[in-house]
């Protein structure tokens, strides 16, 4: 006979005596964000059926042209974290200032979500896996309006953090920092289902995943590093594979499973790299660190790194410990000028 199915919302429930502080506060606000990825992952997958498709003809603050299903997602995300009550601000990808929820009952929420509702939109009109990623902290100020400061906490004090990935099946992976899980929607009864329980990031792998096209660009470790992935070697089961889909939250699950090395280092034209610090990168490195893994920017831990402003750039080497220590290594062999040719 089968083992028992554990539903995410059991597991929440289950794992609610981790935090004896926040009551059912935080299961709520993590039942919120299963809400929300649920009607987010409806419209995902008729994307190719319905006339959602195509540029919004907006531009995010970025300047990078928004397209309608992370307006949608945004939306949505928005309007979930506002509806319980336990988040008093959000800051999301899509909005170059924080929202600070205007009713009584949010004021009083305890704490703040920063989110990229759809991450890797290039790829959606291409039918190629895109992502959700959120991180929630505990907000600084008493009561009453969010303020800047609650969202500028460096991410080791995040409390829990997770991604939705929209692949060939639906997943919620999260962590309360007490391990990472992953939950399988089923989609015909509209229920996540625990599918990958105590997540790891093997010790090492044999892929690094990243924009090769931006070679030439790159640091000089960070070159020197590529090519020692290219090299061959038996014994380290070398050359690895490289593997980039373009979609963080992809690449990063990708590596999570089979074991590998995520870099999106600073290049000539993104000097302090591309990915954004606050609901990119903390996240996944608060995950990558429960995992067993690594996240560093080159020079410090990233959950370390004081966020000065909400939309921060910085560069991110992740995943699997030996292989971002090795990127690590190369990089103060070959120091060089920071995204120098
Ligand atoms: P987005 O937030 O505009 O979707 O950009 C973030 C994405 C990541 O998912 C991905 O790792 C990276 O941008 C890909 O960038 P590039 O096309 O420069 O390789
Ligand atoms: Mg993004």
């Known amino acids: 006979m089968k083992n028992k199915v554990t539903t995410l919302s059991e597991f929440i429930v289950e794992r609610q005596g981790d935090f004896p502080f926040a009551k059912g506060e935080l299961s709520r606000l993590l039942s919120s964000i299963r809400l929300a990825a649920k009607i987010v992952n409806r419209e995902v997958n008729k994307a190719g059926l319905v006339d959602i498709l195509g540029e919004e003809g907006t531009q995010n603050i970025q300047g990078e042209s928004q397209q309608k299903l992370d307006v949608f997602a945004n939306e949505h995300f928005i309007k979930a974290m506002e509806n319980q009550g336990e988040v008093c601000g959000i800051a999301s990808e899509e909005n170059e200032n924080f929202i600070a929820y205007e009713s009584e009952l949010a004021q009083n929420g305890k704490y703040v979500v920063m989110i990229d509702p759809l991450d890797g939109s290039a790829n959606i009109d291409v039918n190629v896996s895109i992502g959700t990623i959120f991180s929630i902290y505990r907000r600084v100020s008493k009561s009453g309006r969010a303020t800047l400061e609650d969202f500028l906490q460096p991410g080791t004090k995040q409390i829990a953090a ?3 990935i929209y692949g060939s099946s639906t997943m919620l992976v999260y962590t309360t920092c007490n391990g990472v899980n992953g939950f399988t929607l089923d989609p015909s009864i509209g229920v996540f289902c625990l599918s990958h329980p105590n997540m790891k990031f093997p010790s090492t792998g044999t892929i690094y995943s990243t924009n090769q096209g931006n070679f030439v660009h790159y640091p000089e470790g960070i070159k020197q590093y590529i090519r020692y992935c290219q090299e061959e070697d038996l014994a380290t089961k070398r050359p690895y594979s ?9 690449d990063f699950h990708r590596n999570m499973i089979k074991g590998g090395v995520f870099l999106y280092p600073q290049t000539f034209k993104n000097k302090k790299g591309k990915l954004r610090l606050l609901y990119e990168c903390n996240p996944l490195a608060l995950i990558a660190e429960q995992a067993g893994g690594k996240a560093t920017n080159g ?30 290594e190369f990089l103060r062999r070959f120091p060089g000028e920071k995204g120098e040719r």
Do not use: N
């Open 162 to 164: 997770g991604y939705i």
């Open 242 to 250: 490289c593997r980039y889909i373009g979609s963080l939250v992809a």
């Open 299 to 328: 020079e410090k831990r990233i959950l370390e790194i004081t966020p000065q402003g909400l939309h921060q750039r910085t560069p991110l080497m992740v995943g699997s410990v030996e292989m971002v220590e090795k990127a690590e």
